[in-house]
């Protein structure tokens, strides 16, 4: 079935330096990934729908100089947290929706990764 | 505004039966997916609902009433490893999906 991946699974870095994760999707192509941040004992929290070939759309409240999408590819969004702060710590979850008529679920997540500032 | 609310915590026996409820108010509705997260994973599909009535899968069932705004996730046969976060979620109007905090499910033997 359609695979997602995400790289890294779990990251620690310094304050202050920059931290980029990737999201591909395997054997699809994906022109809308999603990029979510989920604070522990809370649910999903939309950040940005990447968008190939065009800028990335943020939600609310998120500050895109500070998370940089880059849909570089129809299988490839980065997303880099520059200047991390511990207070960035979180997991971060892509996604993407499977091409209809293959399966009945909306979007197929990564693995997530765990990133740790101190 | 938009609302999906579901019971934060829930506590059932291994071998038993249990369901998670989840009401909505949405603009507008696609449909409704049900997830399940374990601690420190991503989420897994379980089912979806846009019409009304149950599906069943398994050992797992969802039920959906879109004008009540409610759904169920039924889950038979508990087992250990169901013990787990499961999520609802909502696709609007814009084909967004809203999503619901959670319920985590602690299972007992």
């Known amino acids: 079935g359609a695979v997602v991946s995400q790289h890294p699974s779990r990251v620690i870095c310094k304050s202050g330096t920059s931290v980029k994760i990737e999201c591909r999707s395997l054997?699809?192509?994906?022109?809308?990934m999603f990029w979510y941040r989920q604070f522990p004992k809370q649910s999903l929290m939309l950040m940005a729908t990447s968008n190939e070939g065009s800028k990335a759309t943020y939600e609310q409240g998120v500050e895109k100089d500070k998370f940089l999408i880059n849909h570089a590819s129809l299988t490839l969004s980065t997303l880099t947290v520059t200047s991390a702060h511990p207070e960035d710590s979180s997991f971060y979850i892509c996604?993407?929706?499977?091409?209809?008529?293959?399966?009945?679920?909306?979007?197929?997540f990564g693995n997530g990764t765990r990133l740790t500032v101190t | 505004g938009q609302n999906i609310d579901q019971p934060t915590e829930m506590t059932a026996t291994e071998g038993a039966i249990v369901q998670i409820n989840c009401t909505y108010q949405t603009s507008g509705f696609n449909g409704l997916f049900w997830y399940q997260q374990h601690a420190g994973e991503a989420p897994t599909f379980l089912s979806y609902?846009?019409l009304d009535g149950l599906e069943e899968k398994g050992r797992f069932s969802s039920f959906l009433s879109r004008s009540k705004g409610y759904s169920y996730l039924l889950l038979k046969e508990l087992q250990m490893k169901d013990s787990a976060s499961y999520l609802c979620a909502v696709l609007d109007s814009n084909y967004q999906l809203i999503w619901g905090a959670g319920t985590k499910l602690i299972i007992k033997p």
């Open positions: 609902n846009v």
């Open positions: 996604s993407a929706p499977y091409p209809a008529g293959g399966d009945n679920s909306p979007l197929h």
């Open positions: 054997d699809f192509q994906a022109t809308t």
